[in-house]
């Protein structure tokens, strides 16, 4: 299956610690978004990648969350410090600038729990 | 803000019963409104929808974009406990595809036998 694969599919920290998740998207896909979802909400925008070019950061994004790319293929989301607020599900997605470019396809994410 | 509503937040509904779930929508140089289901972890596509009042169908499901009134519905005839999940309506905007999707908090649909 060549679907957007993620992981760890869970992980468990402490407050303060520092937390790195890994998405490797579709491999013909160029673009790449990280979202948090907690529950019952849908899924919040944080980041967005073409290639290796970081496009977009949201609000949400503050500056203990970083996001790389390095080579244009997967992306990790680093936590650093974390908090208790923190604890969400976090969504990779994927997509092709081909056509419309709108169709994401999403991971199965990264539970995260923050003690 | 943009913004995306869904309602209800949540549904329960018995088996062989039709469901109408609701998007509206309020964005700025919008482009097209797709509809995901969660089942567990990773939402699937559905449909995206461009044009008002064109149908889009794929057995039990099928979903209709109005542009003028700024909605969009998700029906589900027959339903069955399979259907059950949270079904999440998402937009974007935006003249090129590369701006991120703003979703809704989404339906929790139940499907009871």
């Known amino acids: 299956d060549t679907g957007v694969s993620q992981n760890p599919r869970h992980k468990i920290t402490k407050r303060g610690q520092n937390v790195t998740f890994r998405c490797d998207p579709i491999?013909?896909?160029?673009?790449l978004y990280w979202y948090r979802q907690t529950l019952g909400q849908g899924p919040e925008f944080l980041t967005y990648?073409?290639?290796?070019?970081?496009?977009?950061k949201s609000r949400l994004l503050s500056d203990r969350f970083s996001a790389e790319r390095p080579k244009g293929s997967f992306s990790t989301l680093e936590i650093q410090r974390t908090e208790q607020g923190d604890s969400a599900m976090y969504l990779c997605?994927?997509?092709?600038?081909?056509?419309?470019?709108?169709?994401?396809?999403f991971g199965s994410g990264t539970q995260l729990s923050v003690l | 803000e943009d913004k995306v509503v869904q309602s209800p937040l949540s549904l329960v509904v018995h088996e062989g019963d039709t469901v109408t779930l609701n998007c509206s929508y309020e964005?700025?140089?919008?482009?097209?409104l797709l509809w995901y289901k969660q089942e567990k972890k990773a939402p699937t596509f559905l449909f995206m929808l461009?044009?008002?009042?064109i149908e889009k169908k794929s057995g039990r499901l099928s979903s209709i974009l109005d542009k003028k009134e700024l909605f969009s519905i998700l029906n589900i005839t027959a339903t069955q406990t399979g259907d059950s999940a949270i079904y999440l309506c998402?937009?974007?905007?935006?003249?090129?595809?590369?701006?991120?999707?703003?979703f809704g908090k989404g339906t929790r649909l139940s499907v009871i036998a």
């Open positions: 997605a994927s997509s092709s600038d081909r056509g419309r470019g709108e169709k994401l396809f």
């Open positions: 491999s013909e896909h160029n673009r």
């Open positions: 990648f073409q290639n290796e070019a970081q496009l977009e």
């Open positions: 964005v700025t140089n919008f482009r097209s």
């Open positions: 461009t044009s008002s009042g």
């Open positions: 998402a937009v974007h905007k935006g003249v090129t595809g590369n701006t991120p999707l703003v």
